[in-house]
């Protein structure tokens, strides 16, 4: 099992730093997010920084790109790393992409599934010269030597998607080479749901389920006292809460049996009240959607949980102070050499 550092996007003369230290605590590698800085920039500063290490956007925002820019964004990536880049790709919410981004959002989920294809037909070209994709959302049938990166020696880099819902992840099945699981996407969910979808998708295109990736964000309370937990139980309490508001994710805490969770939030959130959010996440949702445990017990639990299930586990709170990085670094290590 892989196991990367999920980080927000950093000023560019922060990156390399980072980069370094992750290489160097034994982590895989880096998940960059993409929030008001741009996941790619911060991606070739850690390339050149530290390489070897295995770097991916979790996730780039698609649709105010074109799949040209993006494709092209990506190969210079897979060539910079050595072919240890992974393109993720998510649609984010109408609310953004419409009125922060200025772009279009009907159908995200059949046109993010044209925009994958999309981008792996401009791979192609780069490497034959001809370009010919024609979806229902996207034609591209023009490239020219001078506006091509050209071939590389690395193979095409790897397609991922982030899907929730059921269509998505059946989606993702057929045309991706990965699925970016939600950070509230507990083990319940994951057997229920994305499995069993992944491998429909899968088997619709003839591929098998073991051809795509899960990278699962993993929210973890760790320290060997009740003391140094408690603080964190706050912080992953909070973070639940706001990516529990979205009314598109509120099946995943029904089923889990805290039926309801979405709309107690989001009430909350409608009076401006943060503080009383995160108090609508008991301590059973947080004991059922995070992994709570001692330094030496960690790697063990997450394991127990998640063998079998992910291909790359996300670590979402291993960044802070130097001392808890570099255990979070010891865990990976347990991780990934079994």
Known sequence: MHVDVMMIPQALNKVGDLARRTQAAGFSGLLITETGRTAYLNAAVASQAAPGLELSTGVAVAFPRSPFVTAAAAWELQEATGGKFRLGLGTQVRTHVVRRYGMAFD???PRLRDYVLAVKACFAAFRTGKLDHRGAFYDLDFITPQWSPGPIAAPDPKVDVAAVNPWMLRMAGEVADGVHVHPIGEPGYLTRHVLPNVAAGAATAGRSPSDIALMVPVMTIVG?????????RDSVRASMAFYGSTPNYAFIWNEA?????TARIREKQKAGDFAGMAAQVSDEHVAAFATESTWDGLADALTQKYAGIATRLVLYTALGDHERFERYGEVARRMITG
């Open 257 to 261: 049996g805290f039926e309801g969770t």
């Open 107 to 109: 159908r995200p989920g």
């Open 224 to 232: 060997d006292s009740d003391e140094e937990r408690a603080k964190q």
